[in-house]
């Protein structure tokens, strides 16, 4: 168990693309630490600069207080889980799970000792005979990870390894690789592109675009106080409502957003935003932040036309319009009788549900 740090570490491809800009990651021991976002933003180059499959073009890896930028990954102790498996299709499920430990020369009762228990870890006991074209989706990904734990890397890597599973069995394993990951204590990168598994899963997140790293911090931190736009856009649904700050009374700022004035606590925003009043600043409001007004309640109060209903069990997501003015809201089941197309509808958002982005 061990930290990972990443001090100013770019990729240039030749021809001058950027994959990776001056990423600065600390990842601590024991840590699940996700790397997230969209296809191309870097998330897999980066993890693959770690592994030590791509040699970075500036910057230096350290796991603890070993530089390993150009280590080669043989010798940097990590396990790693690829997205297509890169299991080999003509043998056993033992004989794949024992390649690793057969390059290390292991003695063949200590192999057999540790498939073993890597296979009852990973609830595949009884199955090492079985050829892994004979296995599903799901066995084949958890042989795959038994294989990157038999060695007992000091550093787990996961490069998109649900993506090719359905969206139950996803949930299953995601929770299964979370479970062996803290009985473990082991350090592990996650790459993927799917917020709400980043979310479920990790400790910490990483959310990348362009190359660059925007946002380093907990699923909380991420979703309720995004560092961009593209945060705030990326993690979720947000309504992002650009307008400007009028006054400002206390720890109170007044906004006005096209003829709607709303409260906020000035507590609730980025550093980079000054609270002065005839700055123009963005308000993420997450839709289940926004609820049905009462008669008692007039401040923050948005009153609208429903333009879209879409129900989804626990909660009903509606498109509201009011003026120029459109917002969604997420109201739960039990604050009220479902709207429809065309219902007036009176919007109470509370001032600590906003949060000042930019």
């Known amino acids: 168990m061990i930290p990972v740090k990443l001090e100013d570490v770019s990729k240039v491809y030749p021809g001058g693309a950027a994959a990776v800009r001056d990423v600065n990651l600390t990842i601590g021991a024991g840590e699940f630490f996700t790397l997230l976002g969209p296809s191309g933003c870097g998330k897999t180059t980066t993890l693959r600069m770690i592994a030590g499959f791509t040699l970075p073009s500036s910057g230096r890896i350290w796991f603890g207080d070993r530089d390993v930028t150009r280590v080669p990954p043989n010798e940097r102790d990590t396990g790693m889980v690829f997205q297509n498996y890169a299991l080999?299709?003509?043998?056993?499920?033992?004989?794949?799970?024992?390649?690793?430990?057969?390059?290390?020369?292991?003695?063949?009762?200590?192999?057999?000792?540790?498939?073993?228990?890597?296979?009852?870890?990973?609830?595949?006991?009884?199955?090492?005979?079985?050829?892994?074209?004979?296995l599903s989706g799901g066995q084949q990904q958890r042989v795959a990870l038994a294989r990157a734990l038999v060695i007992r890397p000091k550093v787990l890597l996961l490069d998109e390894p649900l993506s090719n599973l359905d969206a139950k069995l996803r949930e299953e394993t995601r929770s299964e690789i979370r479970r062996l990951q803290r009985e473990l204590g082991i350090t592990a990168i996650y790459v993927t592109h799917d917020q709400a598994e980043a979310m479920a899963i990790s400790d910490r997140i990483a959310v990348m675009e362009g190359g660059r790293v925007h946002q380093v911090g907990t699923p909380q931190e991420i979703y309720h106080r995004p560092a961009t736009r593209f945060v705030a856009t990326f993690i979720g649904k947000s309504n992002l409502l650009e307008g400007v700050l009028t006054r400002v009374?206390?720890?109170?700022?007044?906004?006005?957003?096209?003829?709607?004035?709303?409260?906020?606590?000035?507590?609730?925003?980025?550093?980079?935003v000054e609270p002065r009043p005839g700055r123009r600043v963005l308000l993420s409001i997450r839709p289940e932040g926004l609820q049905p007004a009462s008669d008692q309640e007039h401040a923050n109060v948005l009153v609208g036309t429903v333009e879209r209903v879409e129900f989804g069990g626990a909660y009903t997501e509606y498109t509201v319009a009011a003026g120029s003015?459109?917002?969604?809201?997420?109201?739960?089941a039990a604050d009220g009788d479902l709207r429809r197309v065309g219902d007036p509808l009176r919007l109470y958002v509370p001032p600590e549900r906003i949060f000042l982005v930019e």
């Open 88 to 134: 080999f299709p003509h043998m056993t499920v033992f004989e794949n799970v024992a390649f690793g430990l057969r390059v290390r020369r292991l003695p063949k009762d200590e192999i057999r000792r540790r498939v073993e228990e890597a296979l009852a870890q990973v609830h595949l006991a009884g199955l090492g005979s079985r050829r892994v074209d004979q």
């Open 249 to 272: 009374e206390g720890n109170t700022g007044w906004v006005r957003v096209g003829e709607w004035e709303v409260g906020v606590h000035l507590h609730r925003r980025n550093p980079g």
């Open 325 to 332: 003015l459109k917002v969604m809201a997420a109201i739960a």
